[in-house]
């Protein structure tokens, strides 16, 4: 069952379409490519009208935050959005509205870091950003933009939550592609989202502190507070992506699984690229290896239980990184190492690093992966050290 | 209450700061490696450690004297710098 009516639009309109529908009160951001169309479109809604919101022009996205973060504290519901360099510009506030326990919601649409300089999409600028303690999730397709867009605000604002969520979205493979989606009435979605109320506003009527200075003694329990209040949120992360499936029809979880209940090789990746190794599974099932996909839909708080549960039986994954962590290979393929370290029983982990700056993985990419890191194994059995292979690289 | 004892659970959300104007219990005198000290004997009275005090921690007394509260003094030693008078000799702090 899904409500709505079928239509066609890129991944940057459905972002907007589902700020309009939750009435964002203030609107910060600063365009860039690929997130430029949000942005256009967001202020087209508010000067016709269609949506009754401030929207801030600033000069930088470092000052778009820090709008987000004082209208916030203020009490309203604000959204703002970026991609790549403008995101590494907003860097330093990101960290401010976790620590202050402010509900911003965020879009970026995944971009490469430069230089040299790329506007197109890899995971570079998301991986960047891994510990500024927001909720952070990731779309493959524009309906899951649209739907993760509107639970982020839902999450994020709840009383027992009240942290920034971001959701992230691939630059041009869904901000710029018009795909057929489901798109709810307004009335359902303003009836999802309920009034935002934050225990703490800036009223002179009620005056506090916020953001106020840490002195040593002070510094590490406000940082532990913080800590335990974030991994309390995943609870509510599900039961809010449960209520979302209860009324519209789609259902998410951390850790979405495609073919997996048999599957001994899995495929892992985030965000786009996840519908071209489906593709891949069902060609290495036809050639009969027992394949199957992951992919994580939720990064922030990462969901350990769930992604262990999902692994318990594979006896090979197969990590695809869009960005790289210098030095160190793939940030996610290390995560995930870390994440299953403690378990006696856990599969061998081969990570390749891949799609950086707009590079297509066509479905024999992924095949490539998998029927390598079968030979990688061996090699590993052999006693031999293997390292991160970066794909698709002319000699 | 200068929040020395708090646990994390005792933390508003956000390490929100709900009383007003609490930033005055914060012990600044904390920081301090060395104390003004004074020979009144040969002050003036003129009012510029009182004036050049960054922490605008120096009171005057009844008798037109000034002191500095050790409670805010960081012992920055501006005040024994700008005396005309050398009144004020910085000591060092040590282990009572
Ligand atoms: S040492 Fe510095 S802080 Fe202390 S009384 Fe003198 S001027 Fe003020
Ligand atoms: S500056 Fe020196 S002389 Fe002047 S009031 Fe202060 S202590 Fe006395």
């Keep these: 069952m899904t409500k709505g009516k079928i239509v066609g639009l890129e991944g940057s309109f459905a972002v907007a379409e589902a700020v309009r529908m939750v009435n964002a009160d203030v609107i910060s951001a600063y365009p860039i490519t690929p997130q430029t169309h949000i942005v256009e479109r967001l202020a087209e809604m508010v ?160 005056p506090v502190s916020m953001g106020c200075y840490g002195p040593p003694f002070i510094y590490s329990e406000t940082k532990k507070a913080q800590e335990v209040a974030f991994e309390n949120t995943k609870s509510k992360i599900q039961e809010t992506w449960k209520e979302f499936g209860d009324v519209f029809g789609r259902h998410y979880s951390p850790v979405e699984k495609y073919r997996m209940e048999d599957a001994r090789i899995a495929l892992l990746t985030m965000g786009s690229s996840g519908e071209t190794a489906m593709l891949a599974v069902e060609e290495l099932r036809e050639e009969g290896k027992d394949a199957g996909l992951i992919s994580l839909r939720l990064w922030r708080p990462f969901p350990f239980k769930e992604f262990r549960d999902a692994v318990k039986d594979v006896e090979l994954l197969v990590v695809l990184d869009r960005a790289i962590s210098s030095g160190m290979g793939g940030p996610v393929c290390s995560e995930v190492k870390s994440a299953l370290y403690d378990k006696r029983k856990k599969p061998n982990i081969v990570g390749f690093i891949g799609g950086l700056g707009g590079r297509d993985i066509p479905v024999k990419g992924f095949k490539y992966m998998v029927n390598r890191a079968l030979e990688k194994v061996k090699a590993i059995e052999r006693g031999e050290e293997i390292e991160t292979e970066m794909i698709g690289i002319r000699e | 209450m200068s929040g020395e004892k708090l646990g994390w659970k005792d933390l508003e959300i956000g390490a929100v700061v709900t009383e007003p104007g609490s930033a005055s219990a914060y012990k600044t005198g904390d920081w301090r490696s060395e104390r003004p000290v004074r020979e009144n004997e040969k002050c003036i009275k003129c009012g510029i450690c009182y004036i050049y005090c960054p922490e605008a921690c120096i009171h005057e007394d009844e008798e037109g004297y000034f002191e500095s509260d050790l409670y805010y003094c960081k012992g920055c030693g501006i005040c024994a710098h700008e005396c005309p008078r050398d009144v004020i000799k910085m000591v060092e702090e040590v282990e009572e």
């Design chain 1, 47 to 206: 000067a016709d009208g269609e949506l009754d919101a401030e929207f801030i022009c600033v000069e930088s996205e470092h000052s778009a935050m820090s709008a987000c973060v004082g209208a916030s504290a203020a009490g309203a519901r604000v959204f703002t959005c970026s991609a790549g360099q403008g995101l590494e510009l907003m860097h330093e506030v990101l960290y401010i509205p976790s620590s202050m326990r402010l509900p911003v919601v965020a879009v970026v649409a995944n971009r490469a870091l430069s230089a040299p300089l790329s506007v197109w999409c890899d995971h570079s600028d998301a991986m960047a950003i891994r510990d500024i303690g927001w909720i952070q999730m990731f779309a493959e397709n524009n309906q899951q933009a649209f739907d993760l867009t509107v639970c982020a605000y839902r999450v994020a604002e709840d009383k027992e939550v009240l942290f920034p969520a971001m959701v992230h979205l691939d630059g041009f493979y869904l901000s710029h592609v018009i795909e057929d989606m489901v798109m709810p009435d307004d009335k359902e979605v303003t009836g999802f989202i309920p009034e935002y109320e934050h225990p703490f506003v800036l009223d002179p009527e009620r």
